[in-house]
Every structure is written in C-alpha cells, then in structure tokens.
C-alpha cells in the first residue's frame, strides 16, 4: 500500500512570491533578507497550476504598473512578515531613495504603496 502525501498551496503566500517575483525583476539587483521565507513562498507558487501562476503573475505586473515608478537603476532589499493582527502578508522593498510596501490579503488580493 503507498501513502501520498498531498500538498496544497497558499493563495496568500503564492501571491506575495509573485509579487516579490515581478516586482524584483523591476529592479537592477533585488535580494531577499530571508532565504527560507523566500523559499517558502517559491514551494507554495509552484504548488500552484501554471495557468494560476501565470494569473498571479499578470495580477502582481498590473498592481505594480499602477506606481508608474522607474527602479531599473535601483537595488532593493526584500523583507517578508506576517501581520498576525490582521493576517495580511507584508513585503518590503527597501531602496535608498523609496520604499515600495506590498500588501497580500488573505485571499490573494494585492494593494501596493510607496
């Protein structure tokens, strides 16, 4: 008899690894403080089918063209955390002139902010 395990994916997690994903990409270097948080959220995008992935990462894409920020110049520091008062995943990304602060919802839903 074999034993399967059956892994499912976090919505919120996948969305913020697609934020991280598409909204690093913008920047000249982009480096995430935390490899195991990193790494968490890549296993719960890949858990995802490729279409969801590819939704997520057109989802991420628009809310980061609605900044109209130029950061191809720039280099970023990521931080991730958990909100545990308001269960929103939070993803930082740290340059020297501006912040851009994401904002995952617990159904995936994303709101950026400088």
Do not use: W
């Not at 890949?46 to 628009?62: F, I, R, T």
């Amino acid at each position: 008899m074999k034993n399967y395990v059956s892994l499912k994916s976090n919505k919120q997690l996948a969305t913020a690894y697609a934020v991280y994903e598409i909204v690093g990409s913008e920047f000249h270097r982009c480096t995430f403080q935390n490899p195991l948080l990193e790494e968490k959220l890549r296993v719960n995008f890949l858990l995802e089918s490729d279409n969801a992935q590819c939704l997520l990462e057109e989802k991420a894409e628009k809310a980061f063209k609605k900044l109209n920020i130029e950061t191809s110049d720039l280099n970023c520091e990521v931080y991730g955390m958990m909100n545990p008062n308001t269960n929103h995943f939070i993803i930082y990304f740290r340059t020297y002139v501006a912040d851009i602060i994401a904002v995952i919802d617990e159904r995936g839903r994303i709101a950026l902010s400088l």
